[in-house]
């Protein structure tokens, strides 16, 4: 408990003296703190002296000792200036508080009846001791201890033998509290750099019996002190944290509140204690129904036997020009279809890795909070807030190695992007109907300035010019661009490394024509992989196994004039001191009659609302 205690009778000598001058050292409790009405700025609370309650106002000035946390309920306060107001129709006054400043943090409990006890020129304040009755039998301190640990959160633990509150109940104005909760999830520790200076960061996502669940987030010291405490499923006891309003745009549960913690934070793990704390629940999405969540802010559980992992490769970020490593896998399920889910930072070295190592023999992943993008088609990306498990002890997990062995080892997969119906509500149809835009709209001066714009796209390729550099040679581990050495060989500045072989990778332009006009796009290598129906590879092959390359041309004619759903990013770029607009593909889809149809009724139908 602090040093500093409430003033004895401080708030009848307040009652009865109205002006401060008269009374010295008003030292109060601070109860059942709350703000007034939807105010973040006005406070009230019941000033409690252990004698007397009386109901008070804090003044504007204190609300940021409030909402940073400083000042808690059950908390002590000093009142330096004050006056009190006679309310009509009301026995007792209420103290405004002018001026005042925060004694104690929060209290264990709300001081009760008070025995004063004169030494000297001390004053001390000890409970009420009632005697002994008939009946009552002596306990050792030992005993006591004992029974607290079977009633509460341990006591020689956390040093208390107060209640658990659920998650529910919490709420920024609240001042000592403690929870049992499980860790459902673990974000990376990353490391920050702002205005007020740098550290380490990072949050876990907590869990409490009835299901409620809030995020955690600490930062320097309690970044270091909590990283290694909390583990993934654990159950802990949390005390002396703090509670704001969450931001909406980056919480990632469903709670209106986040939680710090700070260095004075009291985290203990929950040792062979009966728990009903229910583990994450995985909302498992099948992959040929990951359709509705491209490029929504939703995140999905999937779950699928591994078919392929990657070497790591070194990604360059542009904001910091930090390299961070990823590895793409690609898993499929019983649906028989197959898309690829690219790994972070750790998951890419660590998990990744494992994965390689036992790719043979098809170990089955669950990956929890991964992104669907476009990119592709259709693709996965983990996150800051993804895990993933190898092999899992689950029944949908148990049922999909049953299917595996049994059938799918044998069967033929497709990646889902190519069997998608384009027609088919999903978020994805965001991208290729609700964005659509015809070519003379996109080629506007104007479009593509100050950030990137991104558009939906029919077309044909209308020309694709055949003495055009259209690949370059590229390191078969990271893709980047080799440099051929004097002798043999070739030197991939990325990885730093010489390789006896490079593989080749498409970079080239299309001529792209709808209804309204044409333009030049800019294509990479996935994109013109399904284009041409080649690879970069064999299309050399192709190209350079007559010298008048008649069978190079007419593989680039039969790329052209096909039809072409085109996901495409507008940006402006200066050139010679020369704004120029560059139109990039960013993924390229087969036309589904029948979706496109169904698009021009719908649009149909509008227009004929609209007039």
Not at 44 to 71: C, H, Q, W, Y
Not at 182 to 211: C, H, I, M, Q
Not at 433 to 439: D, G, P, T
Not at 566 to 584: G, H, K, W
Request: charged residues 25%; proline residues 4%; contains cysteine.
């Amino acid at each position: 408990m602090a040093k500093e205690m409430v003033t004895p009778g401080a708030l009848d000598a307040v009652i009865a003296n109205p002006s401060p001058s008269e009374v010295s050292d008003v030292v109060v409790q601070v109860v059942d703190l709350k703000p007034v009405g939807s105010s973040n700025t006005r406070f009230t609370f019941i000033a409690n002296d252990g004698k007397t309650r009386l109901k008070a106002m804090l003044p504007t000035s204190m609300a940021g000792e409030v909402n940073s946390g400083k000042l808690q309920n059950l908390g002590l306060v000093r009142i330096i200036d004050y006056t009190c107001n006679t309310i009509q129709n009301q026995p007792q006054s209420v103290l405004i508080v002018i001026k005042c400043e925060v004694v104690s943090p929060a209290l264990d409990a709300e001081i009760g009846e008070l025995k004063v006890e004169q030494e000297g020129n001390a004053v001390h304040m000890k409970p009420e001791v009632k005697g002994k009755t008939e009946g009552t039998v002596s306990k050792s301190a030992a005993q006591i201890v004992h029974e607290q640990h079977g009633n509460a959160a341990p006591s020689a633990r956390l040093g208390m033998s107060r209640r658990v509150y659920p998650l529910v109940s919490l709420n920024p104005y609240q001042g000592n509290w403690t929870i049992k909760v499980r860790v459902t999830n673990k974000g990376p520790l990353r490391t920050f750099r702002n205005a007020r200076g740098e550290g380490s960061v990072f949050n876990v996502e907590l869990t409490d019996e009835d299901g409620t669940q809030i995020q955690a987030t600490m930062f320097k010291e309690a970044a270091e002190k909590f990283w290694n405490k909390f583990e993934l499923g654990k159950v802990y006891y949390i005390s002396k944290g703090t509670l704001r309003v969450a931001n909406k745009q980056f919480k990632t549960v469903a709670n209106d509140y986040e939680m710090t913690l700070h260095a004075n934070s009291e985290v203990e793990e929950a040792v062979e204690e009966g728990t009903h704390i229910p583990e994450y629940k995985h909302n498992f999405v099948k992959v040929d129904e990951l359709g509705p969540y491209v490029n929504s802010r939703d995140l999905v559980d999937v779950i699928g036997v591994v078919q392929s992992v990657s070497s790591v490769l070194s990604i360059r970020r542009k904001s910091n020009n930090e390299e961070i490593p990823k590895r793409d896998i690609t898993i499929a399920d019983e649906s028989k279809k197959t898309v690829v889910v690219s790994l972070w930072n750790d998951l890419a070295k660590k998990e990744g890795q494992e994965l390689l190592d036992n790719v043979d023999n098809g170990p089955i992943v669950a990956v929890r909070a991964a992104k669907v993008s476009d990119y592709s088609g259709v693709s996965l990306s983990t996150t800051g807030r993804s895990t993933l498990m190898i092999n899992p002890d689950l029944p949908v997990a148990q049922k999909l190695r049953s299917w595996y062995d049994t059938d799918g080892k044998g069967s033929s997969m497709a990646p889902v992007a190519s069997t998608l119906p384009s027609g088919t509500p999903r978020a994805g149809s965001r991208s290729l109907y609700s964005e659509r835009a015809f070519l003379s709209q996109i080629v506007e001066p104007s479009v593509g300035e100050g950030k990137p714009a991104y558009f939906n796209v029919r077309v044909y390729i209308s020309f694709i010019k055949p003495d055009q550099p259209m690949w370059y040679r590229a390191c078969k581990t990271c893709n980047r661009k080799v440099t051929e050495e004097i002798g043999s060989g070739y030197w991939c500045e990325g990885c730093q490394k010489h390789e006896t072989e490079c593989s080749l990778r498409y970079i080239m332009v299309v001529k792209a024509s709808d209804s309204s006009g044409e333009a030049w796009l800019s294509v990479f290598n996935d994109q013109a992989e399904q284009i041409l129906r080649h690879t970069a590879d064999e299309l050399a092959a192709i190209r350079s196994e007559e010298a008048d390359q008649k069978a190079y041309q007419i593989e680039l004619k039969k790329a052209m004039w096909v039809p072409h759903v085109l996901r495409i990013s507008v940006a402006q770029s200066e050139y010679m001191n020369e704004m120029r607009q560059r139109i990039t593909v960013r993924s390229c889809n087969s036309v589904d009659w029948t979706g496109e149809c169904k698009y021009l009724l719908e649009e149909i139908s509008k227009m004929k609302t609209q007039a």
